[in-house]
Nanobody, 128 residues
Framework: QVQVAESGGGLVQAGASLRLSCTAS????????LGWFRQAPGKEREFVAA??????????ADSVKGRFTISRYNADNPMRVYLQMTSLVPEDTAVYFC???????????????????WGQGTQVTVSS
């Protein structure tokens, strides 16, 4: 089973940018989709962005479209994806999780239930 770990969180002011990194090891790179989710206090875990490795196909939640970009690092294992976050607002404050799934394509929006391997999460705090 692939193992996932994320890093790069921190405390920033509104309007700033931040980049998160996710490393997924132990899997065959073209057979996974890597995704980012976030969970704010008292709220459910929500989808942020995903990247299907084999086709580099990306998808985003409406709330982050135009501000966040998911990309991959094209090198040998481990798989590595980034989440570049710009124009951050206080509502982006949450614990951000990276996750992996063997589902390579989905018409409906991704949900947490689609993903089986999860990282520990990294805190992102945006002050106003």
């Amino acid at each position: 089973q692939v193992q996932v770990a994320e890093s790069g969180g921190g405390l920033v002011q509104a309007g700033a940018s931040l980049r998160l990194s996710c490393t997924a090891s132990g899997g065959t790179r073209n057979t996974y989709t890597l995704g980012w989710f976030r969970q704010a206090p008292g709220k459910e875990r929500e989808f942020v962005a995903a990247l299907a490795w084999s086709r580099a196909e990306t998808s985003y939640a409406d709330s982050v479209k135009g501000r966040f970009t998911i990309s991959r690092y094209n090198a040998d294992n481990p798989m590595r994806v980034y989440l570049q976050m710009t124009s951050l607002v206080p509502e982006d404050t949450a614990v951000y999780f990276c996750a992996a799934t063997s589902i390579l394509y989905k018409v409906a929006p991704w949900s947490a239930d689609d993903f089986r391997s999860w990282g520990q999460g990294t805190q992102v705090t945006v002050s106003s």
